[in-house]
């Protein structure tokens, strides 16, 4: 039986403001009704894995409150940089293994500017006794039109694969999930 993956960029609460969403209403985007209702939805998708981006030290205690009980095992990578959020992913462990978590933290400066502090979170685990790499990460976005040696989320998804055979040089099945910020187009689906 194949299993179910879901990624979603919650949103982090720091970055759901009413001046950057203007058209929201603001008891949508404060946080008592928020992670309630995060939490709810994740639960309801029922998912063998989650993988959440924008993710606070709060959020992801709430998630894992809830899916705890359920049978996940997660694990919350925080960026760098002094940002507020970070990635998590959860496993439901009746369906896969867990194995070893590898936080890759982004070298995408360039040599000409600082590192952004975004990161991957790498869990290796087990489906059916066949070791599989799951990466959840946060791609920086790029205005349209940015050459490709030019985007931070080129630099960071391309060395993400360069990573993947120092990480688990062993597996052959990886999939790699998170908030891309890119349209199917791009250069960075296509590398």
């Not at 981006?53 to 997660?74: C, K, M, R, S, W």
């Not at 694990?75 to 978590?101: E, H, I, M, N």
């Not at 694969?161 to 791009?186: F, H, K, M, Y």
Request: net charge neutral; with cysteine.
């Amino acid at each position: 039986m194949p299993f179910s993956l879901t990624t979603y960029n919650v949103l982090a609460q720091a970055y759901s403001t009413p001046t950057r969403y203007p058209q929201t209403p603001g008891p949508v985007l404060a946080s008592d009704w928020r992670q309630p209702a995060l939490v709810r939805h994740i639960v309801a998708l029922d998912t063998d894995v989650v993988c959440l981006q924008e993710v606070e030290d709060e959020t992801f205690v709430a998630v894992q409150q809830a899916l705890g009980p359920l049978g996940y095992t997660g694990y919350f990578a925080k960026k760098g940089g002094g940002k507020p959020d970070g990635c998590a992913t959860f496993v439901r462990q009746s369906t896969l293994a867990w194995g070893t978590v590898h936080h890759l933290m982004y070298s995408d400066g360039a040599g000409t500017e600082g590192d952004s502090g975004h990161l991957a979170l790498v869990v290796l685990c087990a489906y059916k006794g066949r070791p599989l790499g799951l990466v959840n990460t946060h791609l920086q976005w790029a205005p349209p039109g940015t050459p490709p040696d030019r985007q931070r989320g080129s630099r960071q998804i391309r060395q993400l694969l360069q990573e993947r055979g120092r990480i688990a040089p062993d597996c052959e099945a990886w999939i790699i999930c998170g908030d891309l910020n890119v349209t199917p187009a791009s250069h960075v689906v296509a590398v």
